[in-house]
C-alpha cells in the first residue's frame, strides 16, 4: 500500500522560505514521477512542480518559476519541494502525489495522495 507523508509545513512571513518534503513508502519510489500540489480555501487543487523518476527534468508552471523548486532523493525514497519568497497568497495545504507520467498535470489523474501539510504566509 502506497503511503505519502508530506512534513515541512508552518507558518512563515511574506518573503521567506521553507522548504517541504515528502516522504514514500509501499511503491518502488525511483519508478515514479512525482507533483506537487497545492489547495487553499475555497479553491480547486492547483499543479505547483513535477519532477521525474530519475529526478532528470523537472517543470514548474511560469507564475511560480524562479520561487519555488522540486527535487528528489531516491536514496530517500523522498520528494522535496523548496519554496522561496513566499507570498500569502502561497498560503495553502501542500500535498504531493504520486504521477503516472511526467506530462500528468491533473488531479484526478495521480495514483496516490499524502494527507498534505499546512502552508501560511503571514503579510
Known amino acids: 500500500q502506497v503511503q505519502l507523508v508530506e512534513s515541512g509545513g508552518g507558518l512563515v512571513q511574506a518573503g521567506g522560505s521553507l522548504r517541504l518534503s515528502c516522504s514514500a513508502s509501499?511503491?518502488?519510489?525511483?519508478?515514479?514521477?512525482m507533483d506537487w500540489f497545492r489547495q487553499a480555501p475555497g479553491k480547486d487543487r492547483e499543479f505547483v512542480a513535477a519532477?521525474?523518476?530519475?529526478?532528470?527534468?523537472?517543470f514548474v508552471p511560469s507564475s511560480i518559476k524562479g520561487r519555488f523548486t522540486i527535487s528528489r532523493d531516491n536514496a530517500k525514497n523522498t520528494v522535496y519541494l523548496e519554496m522561496s519568497s513566499l507570498q500569502p497568497e502561497d498560503t495553502a495545504v501542500y500535498y504531493c502525489?504520486?504521477?503516472?507520467?511526467?506530462?500528468?498535470?491533473?488531479?484526478?489523474?495521480?495514483?496516490?495522495w499524502g494527507k498534505g501539510t499546512l502552508v501560511t504566509v503571514s503579510s
Open positions: 502525489a504520486l504521477a503516472p507520467s511526467y506530462a500528468y498535470r491533473d488531479p484526478r489523474n495521480m495514483l496516490a
Open positions: 509501499g511503491v518502488r519510489f525511483s519508478d515514479y514521477p
Open positions: 519532477i521525474t523518476a530519475s529526478g532528470g527534468q523537472t
